[in-house]
């Protein structure tokens, strides 16, 4: 019972600096042996066939493991957060609420944070401490990142899977540390990639992780993962407020494009896969990042987790053989 999950990247650094393990739920629920069966269960208790399948998944991986509180980010990401909440709440889980302002308002993010500081008993000065050890760890994170798109010796999926894990570093920083560093020299060894199409992948981490796979099949590799590099704090910032005003992910649509537009022009992208889950709001934003984005553009619908299915294999395949041509 010492552990702290929460439903997207939190200011994680109040959490270990209260002595306290980090879990981020979504990792948890897609790592699971057999995540299917968890979205079946959050059916069966009454969740309606059309919500997220990462909100299902998300209800019954909370049940299924021993939690101290879940930290819920009831603004800046899942618009179901507060009801997965309440339904965990019928349940008896602790639930200790966050906020993401959306206009970026420092002030109102400042009070969140000490907020969250007071829950833990924490001061600004143990968390400036953990801050600066966690802020190695995310400088070995920018190195896999740098080593992805400029020296091609990383795949997509290995640097989805390290930036996406960077949201709660596994449950131990120190560990995770020497896996990645250990890692990074073992890619350093490797001969480059020889692609001959570079993808992004912009919006939330795919339910189906074996998308990486399956381009790199088609001769096409992913040099930019969008969210999942967002939570591994990629902007050196000394303060723990700005950290957070400057992560993009919870602020919106053009909040993020700004970012998003600057890495497709550093990293010599030739085409967008934008990434959209079945009955979350974010589809919407795909006629913003379509209009915007001025680069060859596919959108992807995933629903449960799994395998991609026959009929995305085929679209994707069609893209990135338009792209080669």
Known sequence: MNKIAFTTSIPVEIILAAGKIPVDLNNLFIAAERPQVLVDIAEEAGYPRNTCGWIKGLYSTSLENDMEAIIAVMQGDCSNTQALMETLQLRGLNIIPFAFPFDRDR????????????????????????????????????????????????????????????????????????????????????????????????????????????LESMGARVVFNEVQRQFSMPFDQD?????????????????????????????????????????????????????????????????????VDARTRMRLESFVNMLKR
Request: glycine share 4%; net charge negative; proline share 5%.
């Open 107 to 214: 002030e109102m993010l400042e009070a969140q944070i000490n907020k969250l500081m007071n829950y833990f008993q924490v001061s600004r000065a143990q968390v400036a401490r953990v801050k600066s050890d966690l802020d190695r760890i995310r400088q070995l994170c920018r190195e896999l990142d740098r080593m992805t798109w400029q020296d091609n010796l990383v795949s997509g999926f290995e640097n989805h899977y390290y930036l996406v894990s960077s949201s709660d570093f596994n449950g131990n920083p120190a560990n995770f540390a020497r896996e990645l560093q250990d890692f990074i020299i073992k890619a350093g060894k490797r001969e480059p990639f020889n692609d001959k199409v570079r993808l992004a992948y912009i919006g939330v981490p795919p339910i189906f992780p074996d998308i990486y796979d399956a």
């Open 239 to 307: 303060d723990i407020v700005d950290q957070y005003l400057t992560y993009t992910y919870p602020y919106g649509a053009f909040a993020r494009l700004k970012d998003i537009e600057e890495q497709l022009a550093k990293r010599n992208v030739d085409g967008i896969i934008h990434y959209t889950q079945t009955f979350c709001f974010r589809q919407i934003e795909d006629l913003i990042y379509r209009e915007k984005l001025k680069l060859p553009f596919l959108t992807v619908e995933g629903d449960k987790p799994g395998k």
